[in-house]
C-alpha cells in the first residue's frame, strides 16, 4: 500500500528575509498565513529546497536563499514528517564557503557548501541523501529521470506548466507510458476498413503527413492525365471514316493504274545491244594487250648485262660507304669515352697528392717536446716523475702520428701508380682508335671515287630504245576505237528511249494520288480507332487509380482521428475524465504530437474545454492536483503533501470538498496584521 508523508513541524534559519521561525503542521491541512512581504512564500519555497534541491518555480539558483542581512551566515532548514505514523526528521544547512589563502590573512569565497541530515545523521554525498529521501517515502528508484517525481507530488501546477512549456515532450513520453502508446497496428486492428493505406503507412516509416501528401501528388498527377487523356478520347472520337463507295472507286482505279504501269515498265527492258558491243570491246582490249606482251617480249636490250653489272656494283658501293661511317663513328664515340675516363682518373689522383703530410712529417720532426713542468693554478714547479712522463706520452703521440703520416703517404704513392696505370692505358687505346678513324676515313673517301666513277660509266651506256609498235597491234587499237563510239551510240539511244518511259510512268503515279489518299484515310480511321480504344481503357484505369487515392486520402484522414480516439480512450483509462491532449491537427490538414491538460471540473467530475493556459490559478491547482492523484493511482506513487502558493485564490468549500485527495495540503493566504509567517489549519 502506497506510504502517507504529512509534515509536522518544520524551522527555518537565516532563509532570505526570515532570520528564525518554528513552524507546527501537525493539522492535516495548513496555510502559512501572514501580510504580504513577511516571507510565506520563502516559507513554502524552503520544503522544495530541502526535499527537491530547487526553487518554488524550479530553478537551482540556490544562492538566492542566502540571508538577506549577512549572507555569511549559514542557511538552516530542517523539517519533520510522519510517514506511516513514524516520524523523519530532513535537515539541509547551506552557506559560502570562505577560506584563508595561503601564507595571508585574506579570506576569500572559494563557493558554496551544504551539510546534509537525516534523523540527525549526516551524510556525505548529496546523491545517498536525496535516495534516502525517496526510499523513506516509498518514491521508487527507477522512476522516469526526466520526470522529477518528488516535484511532481510536492507540486500541484508542476506538469500542467510542463505540458505548456518547453518539456512538453518529455510529459509526453510519460503519459504515454503511463497509459500505453498506440501503434498503428493497433488502429488498424480497431478499424479493418483502413488496412488499404496500411502497406504505404509502412514505406513512409508510420508519417501520416509524408502518406498524406505522397497521396495528394498522386491525386494531382491522375487528374492531369485524365484530363488529358479525355482530350485525347475527344480528338479520336472526331476522326472521320471514308464511305464505301469512295474506297470502292479508289481500289478499282489504283489497279487499272498499276496495270498501265506494268505494262510500261515490261517494254523498258534491257540494253541488249549495248551489253553485245562492250563484250565485243572488251574482247578487242584483251587482244591488244596479249599483243603489246608478246612484242614486249621478243624484244632484246644488248646493254642489259653491263647495267646489271653496274647496279650491283654501286650496291656494295653504298654497303660499305655506310660500314665505313658505321666504325668511323664507332671509334669516335670511344675516343671521346676515353678521354672522359681519363679526365676522371687525373681528378682521382690529385685526390692522392703527398705534399702536405710530407710537409706534416718534417714539421714533427724538427719540432722540440713542449711539456708544462709548472702547475698552472699555482705556479709551483710539477714532480720530475709527471714531467718525465709527459714528455714520454708527447713523443709517443709524435711518433704515432709520423708512423701513421707515413703509412698513409705510402698508400696514396702506390694509389697513384696504380691510376698512372690506368691513365697510360686509356691514352693507348685513344691511339689505337685514332689510328681507326684514319683508316676509315681514307676507306670512306676512296669508296666516294669509287661511287663517282660508277656513276660516270652508267651515264656513258645508251639509253634503252622505245619497243616498236606491230601491225597487228595497230590493227586491235583501231577496232577497239571503232567499237568504243559504237557503244557510246547505243547507250544514248537507249536512254532516250528510257526517259521517256519513265515520264509516261511518273505521269500514271500522280493519277493514283487523290485514290491513294482515300486509302490512306481508311487505314489512318483503322489505326485511330484502335487507338482511341486503347485511350478509353487507359481512362477508364485512371479514373479507377483516382477513386482508390482519394480513397487512400480519406483512410489516412480517418487513420489520425481513430489513433487519436483510441490515445483518449487509454488516457481516459488512467485518467478517466481529465483530459490530456496527446495529438492536435494543424494548419496543413495533418497532426503535431502535443501534450496539453485541460481545466478539470470537479463539481461536474469531468474536464472543460478550456485548456491549462487559459485556466486560473485555483483551477489549476485543482486540476493538478486531480492529474496527480490519477498518477499516484496507476503507479502507486505515496502521498507528499502538496505545496503550493495559490491558497489565497482557493475558496474554502474547494478545500473541504472538492480537492479529492488524501494527501496533505499547505498553501499561503495573506492575512492582515500577521507580521511573520504563522501556519493555521484550514
Wanted: hydrophobic letters at 35%; one cysteine or more; aromatic letters at 6%.
Amino acid at each position: 500500500m502506497p506510504k502517507n508523508a504529512r509534515l509536522l513541524r518544520l524551522s527555518l534559519t537565516n532563509y532570505r528575509n526570515i532570520e528564525h521561525a518554528e513552524l507546527d503542521f501537525s493539522g492535516r491541512n495548513s496555510a502559512i498565513v501572514g501580510e504580504n512581504h513577511v516571507g510565506k512564500t520563502n516559507t513554502l519555497e524552503s520544503l522544495f529546497v530541502l526535499l527537491d534541491d530547487s526553487l518554488l518555480n524550479g530553478s537551482s539558483n540556490l544562492p538566492s536563499i542566502k540571508p538577506l542581512a549577512d549572507t555569511k551566515r549559514v542557511t538552516s532548514i530542517e523539517a519533520t514528517f510522519d510517514v506511516d505514523g513514524e516520524e523523519f526528521a530532513v535537515r539541509k544547512d547551506y552557506g559560502e564557503d570562505w577560506v584563508r589563502a595561503r601564507g595571508t590573512d585574506t579570506l576569500t569565497m572559494k563557493g558554496h557548501f551544504q551539510t546534509l541530515y537525516i534523523q540527525g545523521t549526516k551524510i556525505e554525498r548529496t546523491k545517498d541523501f536525496y535516495a534516502q529521501i525517496r526510499e523513506k517515502f516509498g518514491i521508487p528508484a527507477d522512476s522516469n529521470d526526466k520526470i522529477d517525481y518528488v516535484r511532481m507530488l510536492l507540486a500541484p501546477n508542476y506538469l500542467g506548466d510542463m505540458g505548456e512549456g518547453k518539456d512538453w515532450t518529455a510529459l509526453r513520453a510519460f503519459v504515454i507510458k503511463l497509459v500505453g502508446d498506440v501503434s498503428d497496428a493497433d488502429v488498424f486492428a480497431a478499424n479493418p476498413q483502413l488496412a488499404i493505406i496500411e502497406p504505404e503507412l509502412k514505406a513512409q516509416n508510420g508519417s501520416v503527413d509524408n502518406l498524406k501528401r505522397k497521396l495528394k501528388q498522386e491525386c494531382d498527377c491522375l487528374e492531369i492525365t485524365i484530363t488529358q487523356k479525355e482530350a485525347i478520347v475527344s480528338s479520336l472520337e472526331k476522326t472521320e471514316r471514308p464511305t464505301d463507295d469512295d474506297v470502292a472507286i479508289a481500289k478499282r482505279a489504283i489497279e487499272e493504274i498499276d496495270s498501265a504501269i506494268a505494262a510500261l515498265r515490261s517494254g523498258n527492258g534491257t540494253d541488249v545491244a549495248s551489253e553485245e558491243i562492250q563484250r565485243k570491246l572488251s574482247d578487242a582490249q584483251a587482244d591488244l594487250i596479249a599483243e603489246h606482251a608478246r612484242a614486249a617480249k621478243e624484244y632484246v636490250d644488248p646493254y642489259a648485262a653491263k647495267r646489271e653489272e653496274l647496279r650491283n656494283r654501286h650496291a656494295a658501293n653504298v654497303k660499305h660507304m655506310d660500314d665505313c661511317v658505321r666504325e668511323k663513328s664507332s671509334a669516335t664515340q670511344e675516343i671521346y669515352n676515353c678521354s672522359v675516363r681519363i679526365n676522371s682518373l687525373e681528378r682521382e689522383r690529385a685526390n692522392y697528392d703527398n705534399e702536405k703530410m710530407v710537409e706534416r712529417i718534417r714539421e714533427l720532426r724538427d719540432a722540440e717536446i713542449e711539456v708544462v713542468d709548472t702547475c698552472p693554478l699555482c705556479g709551483q714547479p710539477l714532480p720530475t716523475e709527471k714531467v718525465e712522463s709527459a714528455i714520454e706520452k708527447a713523443k709517443e703521440k709524435r711518433d704515432a702520428e709520423i708512423s701513421d703520416l707515413t703509412a698513409k703517404c705510402k698508400a696514396n704513392k702506390a694509389k697513384r701508380a696504380e691510376i698512372d696505370q690506368k691513365i697510360i692505358d686509356e691514352k693507348k687505346a685513344v691511339a689505337d682508335f685514332q689510328d681507326k678513324v684514319e683508316f676509315f676515313e681514307k676507306e670512306i673517301e676512296e669508296t666516294n671515287k669509287n661511287y663517282d666513277a660508277i656513276c660516270e660509266e652508267a651515264k656513258a651506256l645508251p639509253e634503252r630504245g622505245e619497243i616498236a609498235e606491230t601491225e597487228r597491234e595497230k590493227e586491235l587499237r583501231a577496232r577497239a576505237e571503232s567499237l568504243n563510239e559504237q557503244l557510246k551510240q547505243s547507250r544514248s539511244a537507249f536512254q532516250a528511249g528510257l526517259q521517256d518511259t519513265n515520264a509516261q510512268i511518273a505521269a500514271k503515279q500522280d493519277e493514283k494520288t487523290p485514290y491513294q489518299k482515300v486509302l490512306d484515310d481508311l487505314a489512318y480511321y483503322e489505326r485511330q480507332k484502335a487507338k482511341l480504344a486503347t485511350e478509353r481503357d487507359e481512362l477508364s484505369a485512371k479514373k479507377k487509380e483516382l477513386a482508390t487515392a482519394e480513397q487512400k486520402r480519406e483512410c489516412a484522414v480517418q487513420f489520425l482521428y481513430a489513433k487519436l480516439k483510441l490515445l483518449d480512450e487509454n488516457v481516459s483509462k488512467v485518467f478517466g475524465k481529465i483530459k490530456i491532449k496527446l495529438i492536435q491537427e494543424n494548419i496543413n490538414g495533418g497532426f503535431d504530437p502535443v501534450c496539453k491538460p485541460y481545466i478539470y471540473d470537479s463539481v461536474k467530475g469531468e474536464s472543460t474545454g478550456v485548456s491549462w493556459a487559459a485556466g486560473s490559478k485555483s483551477e489549476r491547482v485543482e486540476t493538478g492536483i486531480a492529474i496527480c492523484e490519477a498518477i499516484k493511482e496507476s503507479l502507486g506513487l505515496p502521498d507528499l503533501p502538496y505545496l503550493f502558493d495559490e491558497g489565497g485564490e482557493i475558496s474554502a468549500d474547494t478545500f473541504a470538498t472538492r480537492l479529492k485527495t488524501e494527501a496533505q495540503l499547505v498553501c499561503v493566504k495573506v492575512r492582515d496584521g500577521i507580521d511573520r509567517p504563522t501556519v493555521l489549519p484550514l
